[in-house]
Every structure is written in structure tokens, then in C-alpha cells.
């Protein structure tokens, strides 16, 4: 644990592009209205795939965030990274200069990278052969290019880096930049995930490894976390994107503060490369590590943002494990899995879903979990079923977990002006 | 194939290449300074002009061609005469 000499961190601008709409007010609208974004895949012809439905992003125009000499060489997952990124640096009213580039970073992080491009590559190197590889391949395939150009479009020149820990990716790149701007490493960060990887390799490994949902005839009935009738996650795509900012600095230009971000906690399960540790052991710590860092005791969480992938594994384990971290508080927070909505955005979810949680922490208002219509008796707490809810919530937690048993929770926190607390 | 079709075939290919407006690629455009290609964008349009032209241009001899004027020269001494 580290020392608590340090700075605080609050969140002054957010960004996304998700399947429920391309800016942050249709995302938030999407998930307060419980609609679904899932529908059958169309960016490939599936009809072979066993799993035929995902969370694509639609209408989305790079042209209006890049420039159009970058379109064509800058991958799918990247474009979405630098879009909800712009957006967030907009949102927070920050302008990055000459005088403070160097203390501005990015931390985004991503699962699979440039996938597209290799399966794309692949071909043309066994059709064509090996010189005619795109020169851009390099590039738009690997997993930092989005937080390398990110900094490009933004100027950014501090901190920069990015987190690959599977679907935990986007949680644990909020987190790093949260210790950076605490360390005193940076006054502001540009930090979450992306990812684009509908594509046909990818539906088929997931598939293979029977992880999807095969509810093709009923799409936005396919993500049903915490229901007895689950049967699989259903991949999505898009961006999350947060502005973390230092306090004094926040306060100092006059910045509106969404919340504060007090805790992280991070652990890996050590367990199997896909599947939680039954007992939930590595989850639960996450969580008690977060709301240790943020110095929150259980009594205080009033909302949980769960991973909730809709799977039978998570979505059973991760009930266990907020038992066991919460104790008897767990049955009286509402806990949600946007993913019901939304679909999981693999290394993008950790971006997103902390958007859903600090808009929640900021607004009093808690997004529902969608479908979920049996509840499984192993899944039985509060899981704000098929409707938004009112309801004050002063401290939330969002969680993230990816194969290879990486475990990540963010504690955030309705900012209040004075002394620290923690 | 006249001068002029070899210059028509060029400009498609530098426009779609370099993501630019096809009026701006005039004989005397300079590849870098007027149409902002940059090492990569040059691989790539060069790989696509071989292509359409069925010929090879060797990296030594694509390095040398900065302007549309130099490709077309090019192309036309090494695959039309």
C-alpha cells in the first residue's frame, strides 16, 4: 500500500463510443433506458459462426475525430480510442499546450490489439505473398498504438502507456494513470480502454472456447448476467475514456468534478488461464483492496458496476466474491451488469463501465441489468432488474477481471470538497 | 498508353494512397512537402503502382521519385518503352 501523502484525483471529462451511441449522452441514455445494443453481427458474414450477434458500434464516423489521411491506416480500435479521447478532453474543458503537454499522459489500455489487420495481413501474405504486407501493418496491429496516438491527436506528452490484461485492461489503465496523477507523475491523464475485435478469428476462438452466447434468434435477450439461463457473453466493442485530473489543479481552472477516484485494487487469481478460482479468492481481494485504498468500509458502497459478463462462471463466482468482501452489506447494494445492454467490451469494458459508474456516483441514478427474468440461486443479490433506479450513491465500485485470472476493482466517490478522508 | 493515360492511372493511385483530392496531384506536386506522404505512406503507394503497372520498382529507384512528374517519367520509360 502506498502513502496516503499523496495527491487526490477526480474525474473532469469522460468520452465513449459503444453500441448503444457514439457520445456519452446516448450511452448513458441507452443504459438508463435498458435498451440493448446487441444485434446480429454485420461487419462479417457469420452465418458459418456458431455465435452470429455482438455489441457493434454503429453510425460511427471517423472522419469526424481523425484526419482523413489517417483513416485508412489507423485500425478500428484505435480510431474509437482517439475518438472517445477527444471527446473526454472536450467534455473536461482541458486544453493541452505547450506548457503543461508534459504533464498531461495517456494510459489506454486494449485486449487483442489490431486483430482485423492480421487476419487481413494473413491473407494477403498467403494470397500474394510476403512483400506485399502492408507497410502500416506493424502499427495497426499492435495493442499501444492507441495510446501512442492518442497522444499524437492530443499533444499529450507525459506518462504514456498501455495496460494488456484481457477484459481487465480498461480497469487496470484507470488505475495506473489514478497512481500516476497521485505519485505526482502527472497533473492530468487520458485514461481507459478500446477495442474492435468483431471479427472473424475472434468470434470463432471465443466460440471455440464455447465463452459466446449462441441465442442468435433472440439478440438483445443474448446477455443475460446473473440469470439462470445464461449461456455465454456476447462480444461487443468501443471505447471508454476518462479525463483524470489532480485536485487542486481541477479546482484551480474551475473544472466540474463528475466524482473522485479513491482506490484500486488489482490481484491475480493464479489459478487457470480462463476460469475465476472457484472460491472467488482473487475477486474478493481486488474489491477489499480498492475500498482499502479509498479507506471505505462496507457500509459506505452503495453501488457495484459488476463485471457481470453472463457467463456461468463469473457471474456466480463474482456473487461469491462480493459476499465475502462485503459481508452482509452485499444484500443491500444494488449491483448492476451493463454488459446486459452494452455486450462485453472485452479490454474496453474496465473504460466504459467506469464511465456508467462514475455518471451514476454524479446523477443518483443506477442503470439496470437487463433479461435477467430467472435469477439463478447461486445469484442472489440486488441486481437492479430491467429498470433503471433512483437512489443516492455516494461510494461505487466498478469491476473488471480477464483470463489469465487478472482481477481489478475501482473505488469511486462522490467528491466533496475539504479534507480527505481517507 | 499515352503520357497522359500513364499520368490518369498515377494520380488514382497517389489519391487513393494518400488519402488526398485527386486536382491536387499535378505533374509538378512533390510526393512529401505538397501531399504530406510520410516513409510508410510511400511503401504503400508504391506497392499499389506496381501492382497496376505490373513491374517492380526497387526501393533505390522509388526513393529517387519525389514528384508525380518523376513516377510518370518512370513508368513510362520502364514499362511502355
Known amino acids: 500500500m502506498i502513502?496516503?501523502?499523496?495527491?487526490?484525483?477526480?474525474v473532469t471529462g469522460m468520452g465513449a463510443i459503444t453500441p448503444l451511441g457514439n457520445t456519452i449522452k446516448e450511452y448513458w441514455e441507452g443504459l438508463i433506458a435498458g435498451r440493448?445494443?446487441?444485434?446480429?453481427?454485420?461487419?462479417?458474414?457469420?452465418?458459418?459462426?456458431?455465435?452470429?450477434?455482438?455489441?457493434?458500434?454503429?453510425?460511427?464516423?471517423?472522419?469526424?475525430?481523425?484526419?482523413?489521411?489517417?483513416?485508412?491506416?489507423?485500425?478500428?480500435?484505435?480510431?474509437?480510442?482517439?475518438?472517445?479521447?477527444?471527446?473526454?478532453?472536450?467534455?473536461?474543458?482541458?486544453e493541452i499546450n505547450d506548457s503543461n503537454a508534459t504533464q498531461v499522459g495517456v494510459i489506454v489500455g486494449n485486449g487483442m490489439g489490431g486483430l482485423y489487420t492480421v487476419e487481413e495481413q494473413?491473407?494477403?501474405?498467403?494470397?500474394?505473398?510476403?512483400?506485399?504486407?502492408?507497410?502500416?501493418t506493424v502499427p495497426m496491429t499492435i495493442a499501444n498504438m492507441a495510446a501512442g496516438l492518442?497522444?499524437?491527436?492530443?499533444?499529450?506528452?507525459g506518462p504514456n502507456f498501455c495496460t494488456v490484461s484481457a477484459c481487465a485492461a480498461g480497469g487496470n489503465a484507470i488505475g495506473e494513470a489514478f497512481r500516476s496523477i497521485?505519485?505526482?507523475?502527472?497533473l492530468g491523464m487520458i485514461c481507459g480502454g478500446t477495442e474492435a475485435v468483431i471479427t472473424p478469428l475472434s468470434i470463432a476462438a471465443f466460440g471455440s472456447a464455447k465463452t459466446l452466447s449462441t441465442a442468435n434468434e433472440e439478440p438483445t435477450r443474448?446477455?443475460?448476467?446473473?440469470?439462470?439461463?445464461?449461456?455465454?457473453?456476447?462480444?461487443?466493442?468501443?471505447?471508454?475514456?476518462?479525463?483524470?485530473?489532480?485536485?487542486?489543479h481541477a479546482l484551480?481552472?474551475?473544472?466540474?468534478?463528475?466524482?473522485?477516484?479513491?482506490?484500486?485494487g488489482l490481484t491475480c487469481d493464479a489459478y487457470h488461464m480462463t476460469a475465476p478460482t472457484p472460491s472467488g479468492e482473487g475477486v474478493m481481494r481486488a474489491m477489499e483492496l480498492a475500498l482499502k485504498d479509498g479507506g471505505i468500509f462496507p457500509n459506505e458502497v452503495s453501488y457495484i458496476n459488476a463485471h457481470g459478463t453472463s457467463t456461468l462462471a463469473n457471474d456466480a463466482i463474482e456473487t461469491l466474491a462480493i459476499k465475502k468482501a462485503l459481508g452482509d452489506r452485499a444484500f443491500q447494494i444494488p449491483i448492476s451488469s451493463t454488459k446486459s445492454m452494452t455486450g462485453h467490451l472485452l479490454g474496453a469494458a474496465g473504460g466504459i463501465e467506469a464511465v456508467a459508474t462514475v455518471k451514476s456516483v454524479a446523477l443518483d441514478l443506477i442503470p439496470p441489468t437487463i433479461n435477467l427474468e430467472q435469477p439463478d440461486p447461486n445469484c442472489d443479490l440486488d441486481y437492479v432488474p430491467h429498470k433503471s433506479r433512483t437512489q443516492r450513491v455516494d461510494v461505487a465500485l466498478s469491476n473488471s477481471f480477464g483470463f489469465g485470472g487478472h482481477n481489478v476493482s475501482l473505488a469511486f466517490k462522490k467528491f466533496e470538497l475539504g479534507v480527505r478522508s481517507y | 498508353m499515352t503520357q497522359q493515360d500513364i499520368f490518369n492511372t498515377v494520380q488514382a493511385v497517389v489519391a487513393k494512397e494518400l488519402a488526398n483530392e485527386q486536382q491536387k496531384i499535378t505533374l509538378d506536386a512533390n510526393l512529401i512537402q505538397d501531399l504530406g506522404a510520410d516513409y510508410l505512406d510511400l511503401i504503400a503507394m508504391f506497392q499499389t503502382l506496381e501492382d497496376t503497372f505490373n513491374t517492380k520498382i526497387p526501393h533505390r529507384e522509388a526513393k529517387q521519385l519525389v514528384t508525380v512528374q518523376q513516377i510518370v517519367n518512370y513508368i513510362n520509360q520502364k514499362v511502355f518503352i
Open chain 1, 182 to 186: 497521485q505519485l505526482g507523475h502527472a
Open chain 1, 36 to 94: 440493448s445494443g446487441i444485434d446480429l453481427i454485420t461487419q462479417f458474414d457469420a452465418s458459418l459462426h456458431i455465435c452470429r450477434i455482438a455489441g457493434e458500434v454503429r453510425d460511427f464516423n471517423p472522419y469526424d475525430y481523425l484526419e482523413r489521411k489517417d483513416v485508412k491506416h489507423i485500425s478500428r480500435f484505435a480510431q474509437f480510442g482517439i475518438s472517445a479521447s477527444l471527446q473526454a478532453i472536450a467534455d473536461a474543458g482541458f
Open chain 1, 252 to 264: 484551480g481552472r474551475g473544472a466540474k468534478i463528475y466524482a473522485e477516484i479513491v482506490g484500486y
Open chain 1, 3 to 10: 502513502s496516503k501523502n499523496i495527491r487526490r484525483v477526480v
Open chain 1, 222 to 248: 443474448a446477455s443475460r448476467p446473473f440469470d439462470r439461463d445464461r449461456n455465454g457473453f456476447v462480444m461487443g466493442e468501443g471505447a471508454g475514456i476518462l479525463f483524470l485530473e489532480e485536485l487542486e
Open chain 1, 150 to 157: 492518442i497522444a499524437i491527436y492530443t499533444g499529450a506528452k
Open chain 1, 122 to 136: 494473413e491473407k494477403v501474405l498467403l494470397t500474394q505473398g510476403s512483400k506485399r504486407c502492408s507497410p502500416f
